[in-house]
């Protein structure tokens, strides 16, 4: 007959515990555990709160600094207004110069033109202009610039037919023509001629213009 092995080999061990002590054992190591799991829940919200507070405490300090940067901008700026002021001053008186002397003339160069015409033997005796408007188109040939009167004596009767053509066709005029012929007021024995001129705006100076544009 065949023996039957034994399972356990040793001594055998009997738990001699009751049944009610095993049972408080295994209550008290759960209460340890949820006593752990309460403490480390705690420690977990406090380093929670601990860290909001500091990065509002850290937000606050760079809301600080912001809030003073603007004070500093603002307090710059101001400091500013008066050269923003003076700037915008001068940027409207400059306008109103541009403005004022959009119709400036160069006077000499008028002048020399009626005069480049002129018999050798006449002379200018008086000039009586008026200058237009301020220039509008891009084509300053186009408009009326200057219009008026001039006169000059001559010691001999000029044939008058002749000069104002070579007036009409001097650069820059846009009409000519002859007003009245007279004794001269102002040599004894000479004649006085009187001429309608009109200029166009090439006669115009543009210095201001100029500036205006260059800036």
Known sequence: MTAIPVPFSGAP??????R??????????LVRLWVWIVLGAIIVAVLIIAGAFAFK???DQRLVAEQARTNALLTDIASLSEVSQA??????????????????????PVIA??????????????VDFTVGGAP???????????????????PTPIDI???????????????????SVTSSQVSVGQY?????????????????????GGE
């Open 192 to 212: 006085s001629y009187l001429l309608n001129v009109e200029f166009d705006q090439s006669v115009y100076s543009n210095q201001y213009a100029a500036e205006e």
């Open 87 to 108: 700037l915008a001053t001068e940027s409207e008186l400059t306008d109103f110069r541009t403005d004022a002397m959009a119709t400036d003339l160069a006077w000499s």
């Open 136 to 154: 509008r188109g891009e084509d300053p040939t186009a408009e009326q610039g200057v219009v008026g009167t001039v006169t000059f004596d001559s």
């Open 161 to 179: 037919v002749p000069l104002i053509r070579a007036l009409r066709g001097v650069d820059g005029v846009l009409y000519a023509d002859g007003q």
């Open 20 to 29: 009610s002590e095993i049972a408080r054992r295994e209550r008290d190591s």
């Open 13 to 18: 061990r009997v738990n001699l515990m009751p």
């Open 57 to 59: 405490f850290f937000a």
């Open 113 to 126: 033109k009626i005069s480049g015409i002129l018999p050798a033997a006449t002379t200018i005796t008086g």
